[in-house]
Structures are given as structure tokens and as C-alpha cells.
């Protein structure tokens, strides 16, 4: 045993803590676990002892950068089917919202999700979640809203949740039904949030995979009123509320977020003044999506300097779905998020790991590297961390950290 009980020590590496806006970089640093959780943080000249009496297993990186493992808080991985047609279709000229009335959009990925088997449904999801490994990702979202039923909207939840087995990284599925009016419902929208409130989500809420529930509030989908609906029975069943808020319309989505106490808002290409103040108020975090914003070609970006004056935390994901946001390369997202929605680097990876956590209700046990948070690390083959953001290649993680232990990342059992 050794004398301070810790397992691991990684020294000769430099911590970017994430706990402060400037990333809380501890140069010439260490970090120990003891079981699933950091033991100590700090400089490596300030440790008590020699490593190799602190530890029985010490990890000498080579002046490497050490993060928080990321984590991915809105995606959509979970689905059957493609769209590489409508990506054609976008081409020619065709708007996301034109495709959508026409049948297109996500209610082709509904056809295709319910026609397809749990094996198929995990064998592509897990593909999916293993590119996001492969980038750092320890922690991932995802949500359902491809079933748009009952029996397909649990079993999506089921998918996620399982895919825990298949890769390194925990796993936060979403109720997602108010994704889009399915077709049988096209003429009783009332009947399907009435299912939605009476049937899927105390279902949702029996199976328990679910840790929180979400609504797209747009004109092609719901109404604020409807959205609304949703997210308080999903509040009042002990979920958190997160929300598509005013994506491709300000439909007052910011506002509405922050008048249910929803933990975020996201997408806010539109989002109002009045909305970001709400927001602010009550402490709706932000998640930025540049991923469907550059694959849907939009004109507007969010209000980014509204949302940094405003004190707003601001998260980042990839929105990793089938048709607005095809994208699991996390490098592309931070290279987005920084040149076409214009965060800094820090802000950027700080809204993969600290913000975003804290999306998921996780922050006080993961995002930041803190004594008594969980073991879940990445270590960056870069000279500087605003590498991960301006250069556009193959991930330049060199190792991941899974609850205290080195795990391969990608993985696929």
C-alpha cells in the first residue's frame, strides 16, 4: 500500500482544472485517483512525497495537457435510417423547414427508427458514441424522439441507456417525444401531447432511464404552449427540463426555458433580448449547437456577446444526429464553435466540460479535475489546448481515463 492510499498518479503533465474562465491551468502538474475519484490536484513540486511513495502506479506523461474527460450534452445518436438524400435535396435549395412540411426531416428518421430492431438501433448508436471516445468524451447525451409513439420513444431509451456496455463513457438519455407531431396525430396535435404528459412520460419516468425531457419549440413542431405542457409534467416527474428553443423562429423558447426553472435552452439562433434576460435570471444555461447551424446553412448565429454580457453559461455539443448535425468529430464543433459563432478556445472547452456538466445536473461530481469528483480524464497530445479548437484533423487524445482507470477509447464490445 502506498503511504497517501492513492492507486494512480499521471505527473509531468499540465492540468487545465476548468475552474475558472481562464481553464484554471496548473502548469508542471499532478493528479491522483483512488478508486473512481480524483484524490489530489496541484503542482507536482508541491506534492507531499516522491511519486513512487505516493502511488503504486505512476504515469509520467511528457509534458502532455490534461482535461476532464468531455462531455457531449445534446445529441441525437440514437436512430435507423439516413439522410443523405435530404442532404441533396438542401443542396438544390431546399430549406430544413421545407423538407420537414413535406414529410422529410426527422419524420423520415421516425419511419426508419421504428422499423428498425434494438440490435440495429445499438449497433449504429454505439458506432456513433465510439466516435465520441475517440475525441475525450466520457459523458454523453442522448436523446429519444425518433419513435414518436409510446413502445419506440421507451425502447430508444432503453438503447441509450445500454449503450454503457458497448463504449467508455456514462450514458444520459432524454425523453425527446415532443420532437415532431407524428403523422397518426397530424390532425389531433391536443391528443398526442395528452399521450405525451398522461402515458410517456410517467412510462418514461417507471422504466428509469430517463433523467430528463425535452421539447422542440418551433413552429414546425411545437408551440410554446404545448412545449410548456411537456416540460412541467416532465418537471413534476422529477426530470430535468432542458428545451430546442428558438432555433429557426424567435418562439420565445429563452423565456420560456427559464419560466418552467429548465436547466437549458438550446440551439438560440433567434433567441431574443428579452429571452437571453430571462435566461439569465434564472440560471437557464446555454447550449450552442454550431454543428446544425453550419450544416443547415443559417443566417443567424446565436447572440453570443449578449449571452457572455449577460452572464449566461454557455455550453457546447455536437447535436450528433442524422440530418441537421451529422458531425461526431468534436474537433469540427470547437473549430465551429470558435470561427462561425466566435467563442474563445476556453470558452469553447469549457463548454464541453465545466458547462456542460452542469447542463446535466453533474457538476458537482464531474467537468472540473477537483478533489472528490469523478476520475474521468483526457490527455491531449498538444503543445496548447487551443490546438483541440484551430486544427481540423485526426483526435490528438493520447490517453482516456474512465473512473480512475486507463480505458481504450473508442471501444466497442
Known amino acids: 500500500m502506498s503511504e497517501s492510499g492513492w492507486e494512480r498518479l499521471w505527473t509531468d503533465v499540465h492540468l487545465a482544472t476548468m475552474t475558472d474562465p481562464s481553464m484554471g491551468i496548473v502548469p508542471g502538474g499532478a493528479i491522483a485517483a483512488s478508486g473512481d475519484r480524483i484524490a489530489w490536484v496541484g503542482r507536482a513540486a508541491d506534492l507531499p512525497a516522491e511519486p513512487e511513495r505516493l502511488a503504486g502506479d505512476v504515469i509520467r506523461c511528457g509534458g502532455a495537457w490534461l482535461t476532464p474527460g468531455l462531455i457531449d450534452c445534446h445529441t441525437h445518436i440514437v436512430y435507423g435510417g439516413d439522410r443523405t438524400r435530404e442532404f441533396r435535396r438542401r443542396l438544390r435549395g431546399e430549406s430544413y423547414a421545407d423538407i420537414a412540411r413535406a414529410g422529410g426531416g426527422i419524420m423520415s428518421t421516425v419511419r426508419a427508427t421504428r422499423g428498425a430492431s434494438n440490435e440495429e438501433l445499438t449497433a449504429g448508436a454505439a458506432a456513433r458514441a465510439a466516435e465520441l471516445s475517440a ?10 424522439g425518433y419513435g414518436l409513439d409510446p413502445e419506440t420513444e421507451l425502447r430508444m431509451l432503453e438503447v441509450a441507456a445500454g449503450l ?4 467508455p463513457a456514462d450514458i444520459s438519455p432524454t425523453l425527446l417525444a415532443a420532437h415532431a407531431v407524428p ?14 404528459v398522461d402515458e ?6 417507471e422504466q428509469g432511464h430517463a433523467t430528463a425531457v425535452d421539447a422542440f419549440c418551433e413552429d414546425i413542431a411545437f408551440t410554446p404552449e404545448e412545449s410548456r405542457a411537456v416540460l412541467e409534467a416532465g418537471i413534476a416527474a422529477g426530470l430535468g427540463g432542458r428545451l ?5 423562429s424567435d418562439f420565445g423558447g429563452g423565456a420560456l426555458a427559464a419560466s418552467v426553472g429548465a436547466r437549458s435552452a438550446d440551439h438560440l439562433e433567434h433567441v431574443s433580448p428579452e429571452g437571453v434576460r430571462a435566461m439569465a435570471g434564472a440560471e437557464v444555461c446555454a447550449v ?49 464553435a470558435c470561427i462561425l459563432f466566435g467563442l474563445s478556445p476556453e470558452e469553447a472547452l ?6 456542460a ?5 453533474l457538476e458537482r461530481d464531474r467537468g472540473t479535475l477537483e478533489p472528490g469528483k469523478r476520475a474521468d480524464l483526457a490527455l491531449w497530445n498538444v503543445a496548447d489546448l487551443a490546438e483541440l479548437c484551430c486544427r481540423v484533423g485526426a483526435s490528438p487524445l493520447k490517453a482516456l481515463v474512465k473512473n480512475g482507470d486507463p480505458v481504450r477509447p473508442g471501444l466497442i464490445m
Open 200 to 205: 410517456i412520460v410517467p412510462a418514461a419516468r
Open 357 to 361: 456538466a452542469r447542463v446535466l445536473g
Open 244 to 248: 430546442h428553443a428558438d432555433q429557426l
Open 164 to 167: 454503457a456496455r458497448h463504449v
Open 288 to 336: 450552442l449547437l454550431p454543428g446544425a447551424a453550419y450544416t443547415l446553412g443559417a443566417d443567424r448565429r446565436p447572440p453570443v456577446a449578449s449571452l457572455r454580457r449577460a452572464g449566461v453559461t454557455m455550453a457546447l455539443a455536437s447535436d450528433a444526429n442524422p440530418g441537421s448535425s451529422p458531425i461526431t468529430h468534436v474537433g469540427v464543433i470547437l473549430n465551429l
Open 135 to 144: 475525441w475525450g468524451v466520457t459523458t454523453i447525451e442522448v436523446k429519444s
Open 183 to 196: 403523422p397518426e396525430y397530424a390532425h389531433r396535435r391536443r391528443d398526442y401531447v395528452r399521450l405525451i
Open 350 to 355: 469549457l463548454g464541453f466540460t465545466a458547462a
